[in-house]
């Protein structure tokens, strides 16, 4: 069952606030409502709000401070800006303050709702990026792979160019991460990297998303918007799971990648394009080309220089180095004074599993095991059973009274993991924040382990 996304509406105007809270209402979103930023912040902190959405000139604290704040607290927050004072310089500067999205008053109801529904739909398709808002992500990416370290070279190399890049790799290798130390490296570092979940828009929405509209270009564009490419002007746009783009949205990338020019949806104007591209893919290009499902024409001028990222499982002598990371991440946000240690019995657990989620999986089994080990170290019981057996789905079967003996210890795990989270909410009087804090996890991990669980208030 679908969790009920909520959403705080932060306007000084009363009408404005009833507006949206009835339309939205409608589309099944929990809605909470402030009239300043001050009381929206409040609000914030004491709930799980999914998306955020703000005028910009309120009394007291304004809707870019707010934002500001908001986004030091929880940076995967979505959030969407109300701005009566539009030009693409305001919007340039609304996307680099962290904001997802804008609108301008006089607004098109349909463009608030399609607003908030590529905002919840990327926010569902991004599985907790590994590193994501820490230096890791930014420029320090090391390892002890030999194989690892030539594709961390082969980035610094192509950084200093504006080659377009297509990074291949399986789902949690950290795609991301390396296309941000691509820009960050580069000399358009001091200028915008937008990145956009080409497979969590809808086909009907990227179009517009990539490439802008003009007013009156569709139902609900109430004025003219640039898309993620202006944003991007001068620096670099990331396209990740470019493999799921419909073949006419093919079309027009390609020419963006052939000409370097663009015309906004219902426009005739065009647009020229100083945008590094990097596209991303879990998925066998060549192989949707063989199936008529990806242009050729298109994949080669994607695959100017390709990027294979080296699997977990082909680089474990970065295990130990990754796990002491997440463990001092984990101690740093939830302000213990020092961080867990995992024994040597699990570390060699945690060596031998086949890892088919990759970097992603590690970070996300470490997270658990804080949350649910009350000493100071890690040990064989607190991980996973099917990591205490080394098996994974690709990594060989088991028999039925094997996976009958992991189920119940899954479920005791399960019911260990519960019973710590009740523990913490109640100390901290059901403040998600804080709580999240405590336990050393983000609220958007809290708020999924709480509906997993079905905790009550």
Known sequence: MTQTKKILIVDDEQ??????????????YEIYTAADGI???QVFQDNNIDVIISDIKMPGMDGIEFLHEVKSQQPDVGFIL???FATTETAIDAIKSGAQDYVTKPFDINEIINAVKKIVASNEADSDMPFKGTELEQTKVTSKSPAMNAVIELAKRVAQSDATVLILGETGTGKEVISTAIHNWSKRKDNPMIKVNCGAIPDNLLESELF?????????AASSKPGRFEFADGGTIFLDEIGDISPSLQVKLLRVLQEKTFERLGGIKTITSNVRV????NKDLKEAVKRGEFREDLYYRLNVVPINLVPLRERKEDIEDLVEYFLHSAARISGMDRPKTVNAAAMECLKNYYWPGNIRELENIIERCVVITPEDVIGVDSLPAEIVSGSAGDN??????????RDLLNDAI??????????????????????????????????RKIQKYGITD
């Open 414 to 447: 399960d019911d260990k993991e519960k019973e710590v989270i009740i523990k913490v909410l109640k100390e901290n009087n059901g403040n998600k924040t804080k709580s999240a804090l405590a336990l050393g996890i983000s609220r958007r991990s809290l708020h």
């Open 278 to 281: 990097i596209a991303a893919t």
């Open 212 to 220: 802008g509209y003009e007013k009156g270009a569709f139902t609900g």
């Open 15 to 28: 009408h404005v606030r009833q507006l949206l809270s009835k339309v939205l209402r409608k589309e099944g």
């Open 82 to 84: 109300i701005t009566a």
């Open 396 to 405: 060989g079967g088991n028999s039925t009274g094997e996976n009958s003996s």
């Open 39 to 41: 009381e929206g912040l």
